[in-house]
């Protein structure tokens, strides 16, 4: 004679019971689910083989011995201290889209550039040359290059604003 399976309302009862006194052992509450749920479930397969006196008393103990397996295999695990640091250095994903949409902003202000101007600025700025080499180099006066930087400037500065608010208005 097989002993008779438990019934279905016996394991609702049961469930919040064992809910209760695995939440009195452990404050993970997915732990804790997880733990009922492994329970019942050894509990149900025993129950279907062998004659059980106590059953709550033996959903219990199996519960202690998984929250004891838990435990035990938590402390074997190597762990290391977490720095309050970001643990990688690379720039949030945001931020990489900011830097991106600035760098196309740019490139299309000195796209939009007069050819002449766009070689005074990047000469200037990127290649550190001097006015009076730019000057010379070109058949410029100092001041026309002067003028070309200050003017490139601006227009950089205008274009990288109208960008920055179109960003700041999807944002929204």
Same mark, same amino acid.
């Given at each position: ?67 004891? *397996? ?62 009076? *080499? ?9 001041? !026309? ?17 109208? !960008? ?9």
């Amino acid at each position: 004679m097989s002993p008779a399976p438990l019934p279905f309302l016996w394991i609702a009862d049961e469930r919040q019971r064992l809910s209760r006194f695995v939440a009195g052992k452990v404050r993970d509450h997915g732990l804790c689910e997880d733990v009922v749920q492994e329970t019942l479930a050894r509990l149900v397969a025993y129950v279907r083989d062998h004659k059980v006196d106590n059953v709550a008393a033996l959903a219990r103990r199996i519960a202690l011995n998984l929250i004891s *397996d838990h435990f035990r295999a938590e402390r074997l695990r190597p762990t290391e201290a977490i720095e309050d640091t970001l643990a990688c250095d690379n720039p949030l994903p945001e931020q990489v889209l900011m830097h991106k949409q600035r760098l196309e902003a740019f490139t299309e202000a000195l796209k939009d550039m007069p050819p002449l101007r766009r070689e005074v600025l990047i000469r200037r700025r990127l290649h550190g040359e001097t006015c009076s *080499d730019i000057a010379r180099s070109l058949n410029l006066s100092v001041d !026309a290059v002067e003028k070309h930087i200050t003017r490139g400037l601006r227009q950089l500065h205008e274009t990288l604003a109208r !960008a920055e608010k179109k960003r700041k208005r999807y944002d929204a």
